[in-house]
């Protein structure tokens, strides 16, 4: 069967038109979905202006270093050891672990955004890659206010203000605060799929408005789709400098104590 020119030339322009349209509607969209992310991170300005004066009033905090003692949980296994803590607002972070009986371990991360990496390193010293989707976290685990200080904050970070809720596993109400990295120079699918994996949740102490727990979801390394419940918990402030460091912080994977740190010095620039 034969077709005419015209015929041709309408279905042509059918199909371009209607890929025009797909795409006006997806950049309306997407526009729309950052237009909206603005509004909530503006909404959220009042909350984490005074969670940044809660925990350093008088500068800006570029880097940080805390020591202390720790203790590593791992099934019937309890280690402990010494834990020094590093980080830098260029996003550079680094947990390095001296136990008894496992040996060193070393967790570190680089850059900020789409560029983060992070891996692990055991006591035999070979580095072990973490899946990118769990360095995409928002807020610095061991330290959130660091992360968050208002004057530092990325046009690509998106906060928004909950109000008051439980945050975690726990039934504690906490002034909420919810995090999550938006792009917009991705395409639609990742956009949202980096969203997802970005989300953290913050629990700050109604009182004090300093982090009292850090909650996200991680990947295994493996691939494996099922995800993993981090949760960090804060607390025995001290002021060091004029910072607000938390001198007890544990981490809780899937509701269970993996690592408990005693800080015991901070460094603050």
Same mark, same amino acid.
């Given at each position: 069967?034969?077709?005419? !020119?015209?015929?041709?030339?309408?279905?042509?322009?059918?199909?371009?038109?209607?890929?025009?349209?797909?795409?006006?509607?997806?950049?309306? @969209?997407?526009?729309? *979905?950052? *237009?909206?992310?603005?509004?909530?991170?503006?909404?959220?300005?009042?909350?984490?202006?005074?969670?940044?004066? *809660?925990?350093?009033?008088? @500068?800006?905090?570029?880097?940080?270093?805390?020591?202390?003692?720790?203790?590593?949980?791992?099934? +019937? =296994?309890?280690?402990?050891?010494?834990?020094?803590?590093?980080?830098?607002?260029?996003?550079?972070?680094?947990?390095?672990?001296?136990?008894?009986?496992?040996?060193?371990?070393?967790?570190?991360?680089?850059?900020?955004?789409?560029?983060?990496? !992070?891996?692990?390193?055991?006591?035999?010293?070979?580095?072990? &890659?973490?899946?990118?989707?769990? !360095?995409?976290?928002? *807020?610095?685990?061991?330290?959130?206010?660091?992360? =968050?200080?208002?004057?530092?904050?990325? +046009?690509?970070?998106?906060?928004?203000?909950?109000?008051?809720?439980?945050?975690?596993?726990?039934?504690?109400?906490?002034?909420?605060?919810? !995090?999550?990295?938006?792009?917009?120079?991705?395409?639609?699918?990742?956009?949202?799929?980096?969203?997802?994996?970005?989300?953290?949740?913050?629990?700050?102490?109604?009182? +004090?408005?300093?982090? &009292?727990?850090?909650?996200?979801?991680?990947?295994? /390394?493996?691939?494996?789709?099922?995800?993993?419940?981090? @949760?960090?918990?804060?607390?025995?402030? %001290?002021?060091?400098?004029?910072? @607000?460091?938390?001198?007890?912080?544990?981490?809780?994977?899937?509701? +269970?104590?993996? =690592? /408990?740190?005693?800080?015991?010095?901070? %460094?603050?620039?």
């Amino acid at each position: 069967m034969k077709v005419s !020119c015209s015929a041709r030339f309408a279905f042509l322009l059918s199909v371009t038109t209607h890929f025009a349209l797909g795409l006006a509607l997806l950049a309306f @969209e997407s526009s729309g *979905a950052f *237009a909206q992310s603005s509004a909530q991170t503006a909404s959220a300005i009042p909350l984490i202006s005074q969670l940044t004066t *809660a925990f350093a009033p008088n @500068e800006v905090i570029q880097q940080v270093q805390l020591a202390g003692s720790a203790t590593w949980y791992a099934g +019937s =296994l309890e280690d402990s050891g010494t834990v020094t803590l590093t980080a830098s607002t260029n996003g550079s972070s680094q947990m390095n672990l001296s136990l008894e009986t496992l040996g060193q371990r070393i967790e570190s991360e680089a850059g900020t955004g789409t560029n983060a990496s !992070c891996e692990w390193t055991g006591a035999n010293g070979v580095a072990n &890659a973490i899946d990118p989707g769990n !360095c995409w976290r928002p *807020a610095l685990w061991f330290l959130p206010d660091l992360s =968050l200080q208002s004057s530092l904050l990325p +046009s690509y970070l998106v906060v928004s203000d909950l109000g008051t809720s439980p945050v975690g596993q726990g039934s504690a109400l906490y002034r909420h605060l919810q !995090c999550e990295l938006l792009f917009s120079n991705l395409s639609g699918d990742f956009v949202t799929y980096m969203a997802t994996r970005s989300t953290s949740d913050l629990g700050l102490d109604p009182v +004090s408005l300093l982090p &009292a727990v850090l909650a996200y979801s991680v990947l295994p /390394d493996n691939g494996e789709p099922t995800p993993i419940a981090m @949760e960090i918990r804060y607390s025995q402030y %001290q002021l060091v400098q004029g910072v @607000e460091i938390p001198f007890h912080i544990q981490r809780y994977v899937n509701g +269970s104590l993996q =690592l /408990d740190i005693l800080v015991n010095s901070a %460094q603050i620039n």
